[in-house]
């Protein structure tokens, strides 16, 4: 499983965008680059993933260079409620797959 | 749609004592994996269940144990407990041929004395 690395922490504003870069230099060909997000003591919650270029959806993009070695998770007009722990992983989407989430990057959204 | 629901919510328990914590997977989810989230850490993969059968196991030692049954419906069984095992304890589902999407339940806090 290729390993990633994320900042520890970020701050931010309401109402300002967020991109949070993961690295993940040994990416594999058949690897997806997936974000979480987990409020405290809550379970983490999908937020999108994608295998190159440029994903969005209605809460976030995710934009993967061409050589996939990293990837920025972008937040748009963050809220305080976007407060929270966001997550990087890769991995293939074999069934046999697990979930391997390092320390994730916490993010602090001040008013 | 019914999402991941675990039980109970909180737990405490005493060192040596034997636990278990259960987990209802979302409907349509055949595939089941288990966490252990330590203070300030990101979840650790203890392991997953597909058709009843273990699938993959991260390193947890064999006092961790599951069950799937029929339903999807998901076991963890810890035995002789110890002090470390206190954590946050996160059931997870997906469908088998989408295993990076998963959805996961609000977890068990267990806290063992």
């Known amino acids: 499983l290729a390993k990633t690395t994320q900042p520890i922490s970020m701050d931010s504003y309401e109402g300002q965008e967020v991109n949070i870069t993961c690295s993940h230099n040994?990416?594999?060909?058949?690897?997806?680059i997936t974000w979480y997000q987990q409020f405290p003591s809550q379970g983490p919650r999908f937020i999108i993933q994608?295998?190159?270029t440029k994903v969005t959806n209605e809460v976030a993009s995710l934009f993967i260079p061409a050589d996939r070695k990293s990837s920025t998770l972008s937040l748009p007009r963050v809220s305080l409620s976007d407060t929270a722990v966001y997550y990087c992983l890769v991995g293939d989407e074999s069934g046999y797959s697990t979930l391997t989430f390092g320390k994730g990057t916490m993010l602090l959204v001040s008013p | 749609e019914t999402g991941v629901t675990q039980s109970p919510t909180h737990l405490i328990k005493t060192r040596g004592q034997q636990v278990t914590l259960r987990c209802s997977s979302q409907?349509?989810?055949?595939?089941v994996s288990w966490y252990q989230q330590a203070l300030g850490q990101g979840p650790q993969f203890i392991f997953q269940?597909?058709?009843?059968?273990?699938?993959g196991r991260g390193n947890f030692p064999p006092r961790f144990s599951g069950l799937q049954f029929p339903n999807y419906s998901s076991e963890l069984n810890v035995n002789a407990l110890e002090l470390d095992d206190s954590a946050l304890y996160l059931c997870?589902?997906?469908?088998?041929?989408?295993?990076?999407?998963?959805?996961f339940g609000p977890g068990t806090r267990l806290t063992v004395t």
């Open positions: 269940y597909y058709r009843e059968e273990e699938n």
């Open positions: 997870a589902s997906s469908p088998y041929d989408a295993a990076y999407e998963q959805y």
């Open positions: 040994n990416i594999a060909t058949n690897d997806y």
């Open positions: 409907s349509g989810h055949n595939t």
């Open positions: 994608g295998y190159k």
